[in-house]
C-alpha cells in the first residue's frame, strides 16, 4: 500500500503541458502496432492512457485496419459515448460501423448477430428458441422476474434461518445481487449448490435450484440479464461457429479502464483473444473502483493468466509514466456546518468561473451514490451554479412524468373511454395522451430557460423517451389487455438520462460519484465529504449471502476490513486526480454542527490538513439573495433614503433582465408578487359558484371548521394524494360488511374467497406482507360479526345508505350530503346510525360533526321513507381495533364472554342531537371559508399528523398548537 500512496501523492507545482502525443505515449503506440499477441498498458492517472489508446486507433486505421475490424470497450455507457466522440474526433470524416460500447453492449451485439446467422453457443449453454434474438432485461425487470419466480417457492424450501427473511420485500433484491455476483466470477448453478456439500450451508443448494430454474425460465423466455449475456458471449466465442465468425470481422479489441472489468468480462476477452482477435487493454489498478461489482481484485495477475499463455502470441507488458499532472492550486476547508459547506463551494465554481473558466471545465465529486449526488445538485442549482448530475438511472415506474401518463392510460380503461378500441394500439394511444398533455411545449420551455425547472424537465424528457421506447418495443398490443400489460412492464424498467441529448445543453457543472468519474477529467475538480465517518465509511454492509465467505471457507473479518479500506482509498485517490489544475477538498461532516477528524486520506495523499474559516455572510452569493436583499434595504424604514432610493434603482435594473423566449429572468423582483404588498389575490375561478348551492360532504365537515387551509389543500388543491394501500383495504372492509348486511349473514367460506380475491388486488410490497394483511381482515370480518350478533334489541334496516339535505340559510343554500354504513333500530323504534371506522386508533372527537350530520338526515326523513324519524345514538365501529383489558374510561364497550378483554371503543355512543339548530350553526361557519375565499389555518391537536404541516403559517408565526 505504501507504492500506492507515493504514486498518488500529490504535490505542488507547475502543470507541464502534455502534448497531443508526448514521447510515452508515441512509444507505446508504436509497441503495440509491432506486437503479434495481446499488451496490456498500464499507468497512473494522468499518464495518456485513454490518449494512447486513441491514437492506437489512428495509427492502425492509418496501417489499413478498417474502424469496423475493431471493437473499443469501455466500462461505462458514459464512458464509450465520449470515447467515440474522441475516436471520431481523431479520424474525421465518416466511418463505418464504429463498435465503441461496453462489454454489456458488445455481448448484445454477438448474442444478436449470431442468433441471426442461426449459430449457437457452445453445447450445453442455454439460449432460448432457435433463431430468436436475446433481449436484456434491466436490473428491475431481472428483479422483477426473480420476485415472481420466488413466490412459487414456499419458504419450507430454505433453511429454517431464512424462512422468515424469503418472504420479506427486499429478499428478491438480495438474491439478484448474490446471483449476478456469481455470474460474474464464472459461477454455474452448480457451483453454488456445490457449497452446501462443502458445509458452507444449506442455503447454497436451494440458491444453487434456483439459479437453475431461473436460467431455464429465461432462456425459453428469450430474456437474459447482463451478466448472463457477457456469459452467453464467452461461450459463443469458444464455439466453433462463433470464433470463426469473429475471425472474419474482428481483428482487434481495444479495452479502456480495463482494470473495472469482472471475471466474466475478462472471460469474454479470453474467447475473443482464443478466437484469434488481437486483445489491448489500458488499465489503472490503482483507482479501481468497481470492486463491489466484481471487478477482478488482482486484475493484472487475472489478464495475464487468461490472454497470457500463448508461446505463439506473447503477452505485451508496457508502462506509462506519470507525467506531472497535478493540480496548480489544492485548497482544503472545513465549514462549521453543510450550509455553510454548500455556499462556500458555490463561491468555489463561481471564482473559478470569473477566473476564465467554463462551467464544464468543472465538476464536484461526492461519495454516497445517487441520493447524495441528486441533493448536492439540487443545492447547488438553487444556489445558481448550473449543474447536471450524473446519477444512475431510477425506476421508470417511479418518475412523476410516467406516473401521471399511466394515470392518464388507467383512466381510459376505467372509463371505457370511445377512443379505446380493440384495435387501438398502446403506442398510438400513448402519443394521443402525450400530445393532448400540453406537456412537450412546457418542458420544452423549461429547458430553455434553465435554473431548477430545467433539471427537473430533463428529467421528465428522459422518462417520457423511454416510456415511449418501451411502448415501441411491441407494436401488436392494443385495447384495454394491452393497456394492461404494458402498466405492468413499466413497473419492470429503469430509466436513464440520455447523454447525448445532456452533450448539447448549455454549459454545466457536473456533479457525479467516484465511480462515475471513471475516466474522466477537469480542470476544477471539488471532492466533498473527505472527513472520518465519511471517507471512509465507518461501516460496511451486510449481505444476507455471503459469497465471498462461501468460496474463500474462512471470513477473516481483519482482511475485510483491510479490503474496504483500500477500495475507499482507491475511490478517494481517483476523485482528488480527476483535476488537471486546480482542485478543493471539502472536510465538513454532512450533519450539521457534528464534530468530525478530517478524512485520514489527506495526509496519505499529501494534501494539508483544513483550516477553519469564518464565513462572511454579508455578501449575497446568488441573484435571488441579492434581490431578498434589496427588498428588504427598500421596505426598512430605518434605512438612510439614499441606500433605499439606490436598492430600488437597481430592482428596477433586475426587473428588466430577460432570460430564453422574453421570460423574465428573475420574476421575484416585482413587487406584486411580494408578500403583503400587493392585497389578497382571487382565483379566476370561483370556490362558490353564484346562485348554486354550496356543496359540502358530511365526512369533511369536520376538517373545514378545524382547519380551512387543510381542507382546501386536501379536496380543491389536489393534495390529499393518491389512495393508499390503507385507503385500499378500508374500502374492501366496508364491502365486506355491506354484503353481510344485505345477504348474510356470510359464511367463513364465503369470507375468505372474497378476502382472497379483493386482497390480491391491494397493493401490498411482498406475498408475506398480503398474507399478514388477509390474515388481519379476517379478524376484523370475526370481530364485526360478534358485534353483529351480541347486542338485544337490534333490528337492521339498511345500509350503505346516500342522503343529501338541503339547508337554507340566511345568505346561502347548502347541500349536505354523504351516506351511512349501516341503520338499525333500537327496541324502542328509534334509529341508530352506525359507522364503521378501519383504522388502528379510535378518536371519537375527530367524528363528532360526521355523525351528527347522519342524524339529522334520519330526523328530517333524508334517507327515504321507510326509515322513522326517531333518532337515538349514534355509534363508531373500529372491528380492526385488536381486544385489549378493560380500562375505567371505556364506556358503550362490547365485552367479550370473558369478560376480561373488549373490543376496544366498537360502540361508542355520543350525545344525542336533540335538535337541528347547532348544526345549523356549524354548516353556517363552515361556509365562510367558502363564500369569502380565506382559508385561514387554524392551528390544534389536529395539526398532528397533517400532511400540510411543514410550511403551515400558523405554525411558522409561532402559534402554539394547543391554542
Request: aromatic share 6%.
Amino acid at each position: 500500500m505504501a507504492v500506492l500512496r507515493q504514486a498518488l501523492r500529490l504535490v505542488r507545482g507547475e502543470v507541464e503541458a502534455l502534448p497531443v502525443l508526448h514521447a510515452a505515449v508515441r512509444e507505446v503506440v508504436a509497441r503495440i502496432l509491432r506486437a503479434t499477441g495481446p499488451v496490456l498498458v498500464t499507468g497512473e492517472p494522468g499518464s495518456g492512457k485513454t490518449t494512447a489508446l486513441v491514437a492506437t486507433v489512428a495509427a492502425l486505421v492509418e496501417s489499413g485496419v478498417a474502424l469496423s475490424q475493431m471493437v473499443l470497450l469501455t466500462s461505462s455507457r458514459q464512458l464509450a459515448w465520449r470515447l467515440r466522440r474522441a475516436v471520431l474526433a481523431r479520424l474525421g470524416g465518416a466511418q463505418l460501423q464504429p463498435h465503441i460500447t461496453t462489454g454489456y453492449g458488445w455481448s448484445q451485439l454477438l448474442l444478436a448477430e449470431a442468433a441471426g446467422g442461426g449459430v449457437a453457443p457452445a453445447s450445453g449453454e442455454a439460449w432460448g428458441a432457435p433463431g430468436a434474438p436475446l433481449t436484456v432485461m434491466s436490473a428491475p425487470e431481472q428483479q422483477w422476474r426473480i420476485a415472481e419466480l420466488l413466490r412459487s417457492y414456499p419458504a419450507s424450501e430454505w433453511p429454517e434461518r431464512f424462512q422468515q427473511a424469503s418472504l420479506a420485500p427486499g429478499f428478491a433484491a438480495e438474491v439478484r445481487e448474490t446471483l449476478t455476483a456469481a455470474r460474474r466470477a464464472g459461477l454455474t448453478p452448480g457451483g453454488l449448490a456445490a457449497f452446501a456439500d462443502m458445509g458452507r450451508g444449506a442455503e447454497w443448494a436451494t440458491l444453487g435450484r434456483f439459479f437453475a430454474e431461473y436460467l431455464d425460465v429465461t432462456a425459453a423466455e428469450g430474456v437474459v440479464d447482463y451478466t448472463e449475456a457477457l456469459y452467453l458471449a464467452a461461450a459463443l466465442l469458444r464455439s466453433r461457429e462463433g470464433a470463426a465468425r469473429l475471425a472474419r470481422q474482428v481483428r482487434y479489441v481495444l479495452v479502456d479502464e480495463a482494470a473495472e472489468l469482472d471475471a466474466a468480462a475478462i472471460a469474454l476477452l479470453q474467447a475473443a483473444h482464443l478466437a484469434g482477435a488481437q486483445v489491448v487493454a489500458f488499465a489503472d489498478p490503482t483507482t479501481q473502483v468497481n470492486r463491489f461489482r466484481g471487478a477482478s481484485e488482482h486484475f493484472e495477475a487475472d489478464f495475464v493468466a487468461a490472454v497470457g499463455d500463448t508461446v505463439a502470441r506473447p503477452l505485451l507488458r508496457l508502462e506509462l509514466p506519470q507525467r506531472l499532472r497535478v493540480p496548480t492550486t489544492v485548497t482544503v476547508r472545513q465549514a462549521p456546518n453543510a450550509e455553510v459547506r454548500e455556499l462556500r463551494l458555490a463561491g468555489w465554481l463561481r471564482t473559478a468561473r470569473a477566473a476564465g473558466l467554463s462551467w464544464d471545465d468543472m465538476a464536484v465529486i461526492v461519495p454516497g451514490g445517487a441520493v447524495a449526488v441528486a441533493a448536492l445538485a439540487r443545492t447547488l442549482t438553487t444556489a445558481g451554479v448550473p449543474v447536471r448530475a450524473a446519477a444512475p438511472g431510477g425506476a421508470l415506474a417511479d418518475e412523476p412524468m410516467v406516473r401521471w401518463l399511466v394515470e392518464q392510460f388507467s383512466a381510459l380503461v376505467e372509463t371505457d373511454a370511445p377512443e379505446l378500441r380493440a384495435d387501438s394500439s398502446v403506442p398510438a394511444l400513448l402519443w394521443q395522451v402525450w400530445k393532448g398533455s400540453g406537456w412537450e411545449e412546457r418542458l420544452n420551455a423549461e429547458v430553455l430557460n434553465g435554473g431548477v425547472g430545467a433539471t427537473r424537465a430533463n428529467a421528465d424528457l428522459d422518462a417520457a423517451i423511454a416510456l415511449f421506447d418501451l411502448a415501441g418495443r411491441d407494436i401488436e398490443l392494443s385495447g384495454a389487455e394491452g393497456i394492461q400489460t404494458f402498466i405492468e412492464s413499466v413497473r419492470r424498467q429503469i430509466v436513464e438520462a440520455d447523454t447525448r441529448r445532456e452533450s448539447g445543453q448549455r454549459e454545466a457543472v457536473e456533479v457525479l460519484d467516484p465511480i462515475a468519474a471513471v475516466g474522466r477529467e477537469w480542470k476544477a475538480v471539488a471532492v466533498l465529504g473527505a472527513v472520518e465517518g465519511e471517507w471512509p465509511v465507518r461501516r460496511g454492509r451486510w449481505r444476507l449471502f455471503d459469497l465471498d465467505a462461501a468460496r474463500e471457507g474462512v471470513v477473516d473479518a481483519a482482511a475485510r476490513r483491510a479490503a474496504a479500506l483500500g477500495e475507499q482509498r482507491r475511490a478517494f485517490a481517483l476523485a482528488v486526480s480527476r483535476a488537471s489544475t486546480s482542485l478543493y477538498v471539502d472536510c465538513t461532516p454532512t450533519e450539521d454542527n457534528e464534530p468530525g477528524a478530517p478524512s485520514r486520506f489527506l495526509a496519505e495523499f499529501g494534501l494539508p490538513a483544513p483550516q477553519p474559516e469564518p464565513l462572511d455572510d454579508t455578501t449575497a452569493q446568488t441573484l435571488p439573495e441579492l434581490v431578498a436583499k434589496l427588498r428588504a434595504v427598500a421596505l426598512d424604514s430605518s434605512q438612510s433614503e439614499p441606500l433605499r432610493e439606490h436598492a430600488v434603482a437597481l430592482l428596477h435594473r433586475l426587473a428588466h433582465e430577460v432570460g430564453v423566449g422574453g421570460t423574465p429572468l428573475l420574476p421575484e423582483v416585482d413587487p406584486t408578487r411580494w408578500w403583503g404588498v400587493g392585497g389578497v389575490s382571487h382565483a379566476a375561478d370561483p370556490v362558490v359558484v353564484a346562485g348554486e348551492p354550496i356543496r359540502i360532504p358530511a365526512a369533511s365537515l369536520g376538517t373545514l371548521l378545524k382547519c380551512p387551509r387543510r381542507w382546501f389543500l386536501e379536496q380543491r388543491a389536489g393534495g390529499a394524494g393518491a389512495s393508499g394501500l390503507a385507503a385500499g383495504v378500508g374500502t374492501a372492509l366496508h364491502k365486506l360488511f355491506e354484503w353481510d348486511a344485505n345477504a348474510g349473514p356470510l359464511h367463513d367460506e364465503q369470507v375468505a374467497q372474497f378476502i382472497q380475491e379483493q386482497w390480491e388486488a391491494l397493493p401490498y410490497r411482498s406475498e408475506a406482507l398480503r398474507s399478514a394483511g388477509r390474515n388481519l381482515a379476517t379478524a376484523a370480518f370475526q370481530r364485526y360479526a360478534y358485534w353483529r350478533e351480541h347486542r338485544s334489541g337490534r333490528a337492521l334496516i339498511g345500509s350503505e345508505q346516500a342522503f343529501s339535505i338541503p339547508l337554507t340559510l340566511p345568505d346561502a343554500t347548502v347541500l349536505l350530503t354523504g351516506k351511512v354504513d349501516r341503520i338499525e333500530l333500537d327496541d324502542q323504534g328509534r334509529v341508530v346510525v352506525v359507522d364503521y371506522k378501519t383504522g388502528k386508533t379510535a378518536q371519537v372527537e375527530k367524528h363528532a360533526e360526521q355523525l351528527a350530520c347522519y342524524e339529522l338526515a334520519v330526523a328530517v326523513g333524508a334517507l327515504g321513507s321507510k326509515v322513522p324519524t326517531a333518532v337515538a345514538n349514534a355509534e363508531l365501529v373500529w372491528p380492526s381495533i385488536e381486544p385489549r383489558p378493560r380500562i375505567a374510561s371505556d364506556v358503550g364497550c362490547l365485552v367479550t364472554p370473558d369478560k376480561t378483554y373488549l373490543f376496544a371503543v366498537e360502540a361508542v355512543e355520543l350525545p344525542p342531537l336533540e335538535r337541528a339548530a347547532p348544526l345549523l350553526e356549524l354548516v353556517a361557519q363552515a361556509i365562510v371559508p367558502l363564500r369569502t375565499e380565506r382559508f385561514d389555518a387554524r392551528p390544534g391537536q389536529h395539526c398532528n399528523g397533517c400532511a400540510f404541516r411543514r410550511g403551515c403559517p400558523a405554525l411558522e408565526m409561532g402559534i402554539d398548537s394547543d391554542e
